[in-house]
């Protein structure tokens, strides 16, 4: 079962299918549910080694909802029902209503017929009808479609039928029958490597363009409508780096944080925090790339030259950016060996368990880093959650692993039939809160707590050099027991027919501080990013790094909420608020939901984000993936120029 979800080719669907809606999808509910993740890991005779060396598969839920009229007479020659029409009719014989006297909207439940005079038909070729019985009524729609990134490494791998471009888990060499000046070539181009194109893991917004991101210092502009690939950028046209997160952060302008890694330029390895615009600067002559217009904010040296920390995310606050410098580190003497070694580019990274974990906190004022050094015992960090100030105080939450096993687990070799009980021996994910003073009594003695918010037990001790120790509360970890389950209560969408109902229904349970579970790809309501802040939203992981439940997780009362469904497998859960959003949690969850079962179809869930309770669900027959991670996106923020009919699948 394993083996099938992750490892297999995912077949694409670059052409709208229409989901079946069950339940009902709020009507302020509009736009695209964006994501990526890896859907291809066999090219040829060939196969990746590692999960996240596959080939960047793009997918999206599309959601529409609004007053449509079903005219089946004499606007088109075939006089059928719409429910009887294929895809390609659907589109075409299902009108958005518009009264002409500019009246109130129909009411979502009401259904009408019109004889001609209250309204008109608006399309493309902007027909009227008179004395034309029409049927209008308010609905929702959900269209899926999937496609390939197709990036340079894409191409390539798919042109030569075997994988050739060398991906972080996996080396790719040249074919035994090359010539031997090709496989020089080949050996001293990997000596210091042009990493892959193959943008997998996020996708990002600038300004009302959107890329599919990764780690490496590519990214590739896509349409959010169709899922084409449109222009591949390379940061190192604009700043020097050779690595950047796929997590960047936005500000209340639309402004783009992230950070990236210099090695070894200028004989300096470092850490740059840069600045995108969301635009070109206001009277410019001709149209530039917003990142033409980037801004270096500050660097940070490595604290060494030559093994530089590994970060997959950063933290920001109102006033300063959060990075953790771990011992998980890159070795570059290693990397620049590795193809002549026959090793991947991942066996360079390398974990010291004795060394610190320093933290830097970098004021975005002055643009640096605080004079402390402030520094905790040695871990691996993936994932920031949230960080704000409060008191003069810097909270920050993260998930943590006491080791790098996490990584090693995901290699495709280790999804088989023991796949379960080998994950139970990796390092579990912990959500731990660390607070660190922005201000204090330099003449205060060694071993002082220098914390004094008495909402949080972690601390903060001065040490006999000046230094600030840290050490975390742990907010919730994965030390659930097997014997320690809450207690189901079933919840469904009234509408759902019992025939899509699975044998064990979707559940909504509870569970205490004392069975609180471990949670990885955290999520939280955007608008509270670098504020005080109450909810994550996340898969729940067990024994393993395998989400099987979505959770929301109470920081205040450390209760959560839990979402599960036999057979299903949730993605990472995107929080959507809601336009008269009062409190932290008025909005919706959406989840795409990958089954093991061959009965079930996938489908997009959608949840109401303060009861946690099922409002709808999209079921759609099509190869849906696992994907890492993706960001939804509200129609009024696309561009609709580049909108189609069969974009949309309507209009």
């Not at 700043?239 to 997160?245: D, H, M, P, R, S």
């Amino acid at each position: 079962m394993m083996n099938a979800i992750f490892a297999g080719n995912r077949k694409e669907h670059p052409e709208p299918i229409q989901a079946e809606v069950h339940g009902k999808i709020p009507s302020w509910m509009e736009g695209i549910l964006l994501r990526n993740g890896p859907g291809m890991h066999t090219i040829g005779e060939s196969k990746f080694n590692h999960w996240f060396d596959g080939m960047a598969l793009l997918h999206s839920f599309t959601i529409k909802n609004g007053m449509f009229v079903n005219c089946c007479t004499t606007c088109h020659p075939r006089k059928r029902t719409v429910s009887s029409h294929a895809e390609e009719d659907f589109m075409t014989h299902h009108h958005k209503y518009e009264p002409r006297d500019g009246s109130a909207q129909v009411s979502e439940e009401e259904t009408f017929l019109d004889q001609g005079a209250g309204g008109s038909l608006s399309m493309e070729t902007g027909c009227r009808f008179a004395g034309l019985q029409l049927e209008a009524k308010f609905k929702s729609q959900v269209f899926y479609r999937s496609k390939y990134l197709r990036s340079d490494t894409y191409n390539r791998n798919i042109e030569a039928n075997r994988i050739v471009v060398s991906e972080f888990g996996t080396m790719a060499y040249p074919d035994p029958c090359k010539n031997i000046f090709a496989k020089a070539f080949s050996y001293l181009s990997h000596t210091i490597p042009e990493f892959t194109d193959n943008c997998l893991i996020n996708i990002m917004k600038n300004g009302e363009d959107f890329y599919a991101t990764a780690e490496v210092n590519f990214a590739w502009k896509i349409d959010p409508w169709t899922l084409e690939s449109l222009e591949k950028v390379d940061y190192t046209k604009y700043v020097a780096i050779n690595l950047a997160t796929s997590h960047p952060h936005y500000d209340s302008f639309g402004n783009i944080l992230n950070m990236g890694t210099s090695i070894v330029d200028k004989g300096k390895t470092k850490y740059v925090i840069f600045k995108i615009p969301p635009s070109a600067p206001a009277g410019e002559k001709k149209k530039t790339k917003c990142l033409e217009h980037l801004e270096v904010l500050c660097s940070i040296p490595s604290r060494s030259l030559l093994h530089p920390s590994y970060y997959h995310s950063f933290g920001v606050s109102e006033n300063y950016v959060i990075f953790v410098e771990q011992p998980f580190k890159l070795d570059i003497l290693k990397m620049a060996t590795a193809y002549i070694r026959k090793v991947d580019w991942a066996s360079c990274l390398v974990f010291n368990k004795d060394e610190k974990t320093w933290i830097h906190l970098i004021d975005k004022q002055t643009k640096k880093d605080v004079p402390v050094k402030i520094y905790t015992d040695a871990l691996v960090l993936f994932h920031h959650v949230n960080a704000y100030e409060e008191d003069n105080h810097m909270v920050f939450d993260v998930i943590c692993y006491t080791d790098h096993s996490l990584y090693q687990l995901f290699y495709l070799k280790n999804f088989n039939d023991s796949f379960e009980s080998n994950a139970k021996f990796t390092s579990v994910p912990s959500c731990k809160r660390f607070v660190v003073p922005l201000r204090h009594d330099k003449d205060a003695e060694v071993g002082t707590n220098l914390v004094q918010l008495p909402s949080t037990t972690a601390t903060a001790m001065k040490d006999k050099d000046g230094n600030i120790y840290c050490q975390p509360e742990v907010l919730c970890e994965g030390t659930w027991s097997p014997t320690a389950t809450a207690h189901p209560v079933a919840q469904q969408p009234a509408s759902l027919p019992s025939r899509s109902v699975p044998p064990l229904a979707s559940c909504l349970s509870v569970s205490t501080a004392a069975h609180l579970p471990g949670i990885e790809l955290p999520r939280i309501n955007y608008n509270y990013n670098g504020k005080k802040y109450r909810y994550i939203f996340a898969p729940e992981v067990k024994w393993s790094p395998i989400p099987t439940e979505i959770v929301k997780f109470d920081i205040l009362t450390r209760k959560c909420l839990h979402w599960k469904e036999e057979h299903c497998w949730p993605a990472e859960p995107v929080f959507v608020p809601s336009p008269d959003a009062k409190e932290e949690d008025d909005g919706i969850i959406l989840s795409n939901i990958v089954t093991s079962d061959p009965q079930k179809l996938p489908f997009l869930l959608i949840l109401d984000a303060k009861t946690f309770k099922e409002i709808a669900r999209a079921t759609v027959s099509a190869d849906v993936h696992l994907d890492l991670h993706g960001i939804f996106i509200p129609e009024k923020e696309l561009k609709m120029e580049h909108k189609t009919d069969s974009d949309l699948g309507q209009e």
